[in-house]
Every structure is written in C-alpha cells, then in structure tokens.
C-alpha cells in the first residue's frame, strides 16, 4: 500500500486557488464550510497556505495570468496533491473556451508540470456543495483501490472495489 495515500483517506487539508472564475464556484466552496454543510467535520479543512495542502480545489479555466501562478501554487503542494478542478470552467474552460485570455483548461496546465498529477473533475455551473463533497469522496475512495473504503462518517456507503 502507499502510505501517502493511506494518508489521504481522511483529514484532507485543501487550498482554494482561483484562476479565473467568475465567482459563483468560490461561493459554493465557501458555501461548504458554513454551519449547513460543514465539511471540517469530516476533517476536510480549508488551509491558508500550499504548503500545508494535501488538495487543492481549483475554480476557474486557467487564465494567463492565473496559469503561472497555478503552476507554482501546485510545485509548493507536498506530493501525492490531489487536484479538484471544481466546475464546468475548471473542467474544461467552460463558457470561456473561446477566450483570448485562456491558457487552460486546468489538467493541460498542471501536467506542464507534473504529467503524472492526479486530478479529479467535479462539473457543474457552478456545482452544488453536494456535488463537490460527492466528488471528494469518490476521488479519495479512486485512490484506494485495494480495500473498501467505506464512509460512514457521511452517511453514505462508497465502495472502491466491491468485489
Ligand atoms: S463553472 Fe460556471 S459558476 Fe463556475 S466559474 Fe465557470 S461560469 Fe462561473
């Protein structure tokens, strides 16, 4: 087993980077750390600094401007950092394809970097807080494929390998 994703599987400190959104994804994030939602009770906490980051949940489709220091938040993350491009724009530059600004979308800026960075998509105009804790969820369980990763803290069941 690699314990560094052993070490993931709870207790996830996550970095908000923004490279371009138009805001409504980084209210739903900030949506999950209210009363309602509460995800640091799950262990999922946002931090101030890469650093400290196991995550990061991007918003955004990767502006020019944003691309650079996208790429040096990332190169300060410790690795294994899992990337959670949070909405249709992260995913996959969204209504801002076409833009002359753009550089991303956000996988093809990161694997500049780190052609192995492991990267999760969680799409949506802007996603519902469900959705981004649901995509969390199934993107830790992906990693753990060699035994049941069960999460009953949530309420929910998510099996990685069921057989
Ligand atoms: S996905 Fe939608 S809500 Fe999120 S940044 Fe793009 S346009 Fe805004």
Redesign the pocket.
Known sequence: MDWNLWALKKSVWVFHVNTG??N??DIEIVNLLTPKFDVERFGIKLVGSPRHADALLV???GTRQAAVRLKEVYRQTAKPCIVFCM???ACGM??FEKGYHMAGPIDTILRQVDPDAIIAYVP???PKPEAMIMGVVKALAALQPKEKYATERMGQAVVANPA
């Open positions: 959104a138009c409504n994804c918003t955004g489709g909405g249709a724009c969204g209504i949506g105009c802007p």
